[in-house]
């Protein structure tokens, strides 16, 4: 029933796209630019399949993604005379998504750390899954990248395509109180920006941190570390040596963490130490936490290729501790449950958890 429904939405959107590229202005061939698609990817062991979703723009950008996890699994860039590049760190198959593959999902119910894996709301303790030593991490062991969402195509536009995914997360799934339903957006427009709008809701009061666990490495070939990075953040939330935070906040000046102004990623590593392990911090985006602001941009040198970062959220985690790829995760701060002056992340029934981030590409 669920692949029936799917072939025929996909057939739907298919129609409602030729309509459009009718009426465009731009130069594609409408017999060969089809803005999104539809194709199996994968089954789960119970036998339920996955899809994959391609989403292209008028440029060549395409966008792929999937219902396990809530995944994207590509986000190709056109080069002259070559293949697509996909400049996140994703998997053609299912299987290593299964096994683990740590790349491009939605995590949740929490994102980041929770100390000692407990927290309290009112009068009342919750105790959730340790995952990382004594601590909380991403969601816990499954978390929302392991599960399977429910996706609807969303109407494709003159210059957009959409899908929207759905998870309901029940109360104590990984310890966590209230039934909570989130819902994630993923849309890619002839501005080559990819947008990622999160929406939730709960019966009970409950603790929501949501991002994405994207690793980028904008380069042809090779490492990102020679990637010239700039983050709007005069300010960041120092950590212990579980990467909990303190508690205080600290400067960025005159510190390896400034970003202030352009500055390789590799640049100011520490030479008794792996280099792609210096990162892991959460900076507080300057203006942040309100409306959307531009917070991070990225230049690749070689190819010339940008990627700008914009969110309403008030934190960004960089995290450069895998060698596939760099994190700019958008989210609020580590650990907010236990330190009130932080921007709060507890979502009460009848409220709406609501926020977007954008990556925006600039093509060479």
């Given at each position: 029933?669920?692949q ?28 060969s ?12 062991p ?53 096994k ?29 899954t ?40 029940v ?110 911090h ?83």
């Open positions: 029933m669920k029936t429904l799917i072939i025929l939405l996909a057939a739907v959107a298919s129609i409602m796209q030729h309509s459009a590229e009718t009426h465009s202005q731009q130069s594609a061939n409408p017999a630019f089809n803005r999104l698609e539809v194709r199996q990817f994968g089954t789960m119970d036998g339920e399949l996955i899809h994959q979703y391609t989403l292209r723009n008028i440029n060549g950008v395409e966008l792929k993604l999937i219902e396990y996890g809530a995944t994207m699994t590509a986000i190709n860039l056109p080069r002259k005379g070559l293949e697509h590049l996909n400049v996140i760190a994703g998997e053609e198959t299912l299987e290593p998504y299964l683990g593959y740590p790349a491009g999902s939605v995590i949740g119910r929490f994102a980041n750390r929770i100390a000692h894996a407990k927290f309290s709301i009112g009068n009342t303790e919750y105790e959730v340790r995952n990382t030593g004594p601590h909380h991490i991403h969601g816990g062991r499954k978390g929302f990248a392991k599960v399977v969402w429910s996706a609807d195509l969303l109407p494709v536009t003159k210059d957009s395509a959409a899908v929207r995914l759905t998870y309901k997360a109360e104590g799934e990984e310890g966590f109180p209230g039934n909570l339903t989130v819902h994630v957006t993923y849309s890619l427009n002839d501005k080559n920006e990819v947008k990622l709008y999160y929406e939730a809701s709960t019966d009970k009061s409950t603790p929501v941190n949501l991002t994405n666990h994207a690793y980028f490495n904008l380069a042809d070939q090779g490492g990102f570390e020679k990637h010239e990075l700039f983050i709007k953040a005069d300010i960041y939330t120092p950590s212990d040596e579980l990467l909990i935070p303190t508690g205080k906040y600290a400067k960025v000046d005159g510190t390896a963490l400034d970003f202030r102004e352009f500055h390789p990623i590799g640049e100011r590593a520490d030479d008794s130490q792996p280099r792609a392990h210096l990162y892991d959460n900076y507080v985006i300057t203006g942040g936490g309100q409306s959307i602001v531009h917070t991070a941009t990225v230049k690749e040198p070689g190819s010339g290729r940008v990627m700008k970062t914009f969110t309403d959220q008030p934190g960004v985690q960089l995290y450069t501790g895998n060698p596939i790829g760099f994190c700019l995760e958008t989210q609020h701060y580590p650990d907010s449950v236990h330190h009130p002056h932080f921007p709060s992340t507890i979502l009460n029934p009848g409220d709406r958890f609501e926020t977007t981030t954008i990556y925006a590409f600039d093509l060479p």
